[in-house]
Structure formats: structure tokens, C-alpha cells
């Protein structure tokens, strides 16, 4: 089993679609979680933190379940703009290193 | 955020040369530094994490006597392929941690190293 394990996607979308990424993670002593968004050919960028009890940045939603081992992202009202690759991003604090999803691809259509 | 440079952008070079990437963090001091490479398609690899003056620690399968890592100070660290091959060809990101993020990552914007 990978440690970070994301939905395969690509999602293909159309503007204004609300649509939601999931993410599981296999050990349970994780810390600290983030989503990044990629766009092609570039670095990843911090998209936003996910905390215990749930953060909302705008049309983004992020969520945690430490018991099931799950982390969420819900975009909604998506623009075209939104199209990129997001990481889930996985790190178990402490110097240990920083386990990288594969990635969902995202495209919104006009 | 806190801003991470990388040089070279992109660097073309011939089979057997060897390549130094530099990575510096721009506005804070970087405790940890960590080394990517991203094939086409795929998701970053962790190659090696560098702490500030003492020995990066390779990933599995990554030959530390072909990619010479060095952190000599908080605020720069390197990267050299040396020998390079075809199959070196890929995209490297560093990317920093330390500042006011304990765990946050920031990037640098990738070097793009294509082997003749």
C-alpha cells in the first residue's frame, strides 16, 4: 500500500462545478497535512494547511479525519483557472520527510 | 510565503559533464532542504534531505557518489549530477523548510536538466 494514495483522476469539470478530492494516508502517526496545487512544468505552491477541525480558504474546503485516515479538498464555483495537478501532502513532523500523493489532475472546461 | 530561488532554470549539457543546481532561500533560513525529481507525468521523488552542515540522507536507489549533495550554510545548498546520462534528464525541484512554517515546504521553481 502507497503511504499517500489519491483519487486517479484526471476530473473533467465544467466552470462553476463543485467537485471534491480525496486522500488517504497509511500511517496514523502523520502530523501535519497540506494540499499543493502543480501546474504543468512548474513547481508545486502551498495551496492551503488542513487542520483537525477543518479550514476554508475562499472556494477551497479542506478536511481531516484522523480515525479513518482521510484528508479532503472541495473546490467549488471552479474556474477555469483552477485547472492544475493537486498534491495531497503528508508529513510526520518531528525532521521526517514529507510523503508526496501522486497527484489529481484537474481540468475545468468552459 | 517564503521565496526559495533555483539556478540554473534550465540547463542542457552533454553526456559524461556534470551539473550543479543551486538552491537558496531568499528570506529565511532554511534548517532543512530537500531535493525533488519529477519524471514527466509522475509525481515527485524524494531524492535526498540536507540539514545544514552535516550529510544529506539519500533515498533509497539514489547514488549519493552520482548526486553530491551540499548544505553549506542556511540559506543555500547544492546539488551536482555528475556524469550525467540521458536518463538524468528530468525536472529538479529543491524546496526549503524552516522560518515560520515548521512543516510547510516552500519550492524553488525547478531546474530543468536535459542530457545530450
Known amino acids: 500500500r502507497k503511504e499517500v494514495e489519491q483519487d486517479p483522476g484526471p476530473f473533467n469539470v465544467p466552470e462553476g462545478a463543485t467537485v471534491a478530492f480525496n486522500c488517504t494516508y497509511s500511517?496514523?502517526?502523520?502530523?501535519?497535512f497540506f494540499w499543493y496545487r502543480q501546474d504543468c512544468r512548474k513547481e508545486p505552491k502551498l495551496l492551503m494547511s488542513?487542520?483537525?477541525s477543518g479550514n476554508e480558504d475562499g472556494r477551497f474546503t479542506a478536511q481531516l479525519n484522523r480515525a479513518s485516515q482521510y484528508i479532503s479538498l472541495l473546490i467549488r464555483d471552479s474556474k477555469l483557472s483552477d485547472s492544475a495537478t493537486y498534491l495531497c501532502?503528508?508529513?510526520?513532523?518531528?525532521?521526517?520527510?514529507?510523503?508526496f500523493g501522486a497527484g489529481t489532475r484537474l481540468f475545468v472546461k468552459a | 510565503g517564503a521565496v526559495v530561488s533555483q539556478h540554473p532554470s534550465r540547463v542542457i549539457c552533454k553526456s559524461g559533464t556534470s551539473v550543479k543546481i543551486e538552491c537558496r532561500s531568499l528570506?529565511?533560513?532554511?534548517?532543512?532542504m530537500f531535493w525533488y525529481r519529477q519524471f514527466p507525468k509522475q509525481s515527485l521523488m524524494l531524492m535526498a534531505t540536507?540539514?545544514?552542515?552535516?550529510?544529506?540522507?539519500?533515498e533509497q536507489g539514489v547514488e549519493k557518489d552520482k548526486f553530491l549533495i551540499n548544505h553549506a550554510s542556511l540559506t543555500l545548498s547544492t546539488l551536482t549530477v555528475t556524469s550525467a546520462h540521458p536518463e538524468d534528464s528530468s525536472f529538479y525541484i529543491c524546496?526549503?523548510?524552516?522560518?515560520?512554517?515548521?512543516?510547510?515546504?516552500?519550492f524553488g521553481p525547478g531546474t530543468r536538466l536535459t542530457v545530450l
Open positions: 524546496s526549503a523548510r524552516g522560518g515560520s512554517g515548521y512543516n510547510e515546504q516552500f
Open positions: 500511517n496514523s502517526a502523520s502530523q501535519s
Open positions: 488542513v487542520y483537525s
Open positions: 501532502v503528508v508529513n510526520m513532523g518531528g525532521g521526517f520527510k514529507t510523503i
Open positions: 528570506d529565511f533560513q532554511a534548517t532543512t
Open positions: 540536507s540539514n545544514e552542515g552535516s550529510k544529506a540522507t539519500y
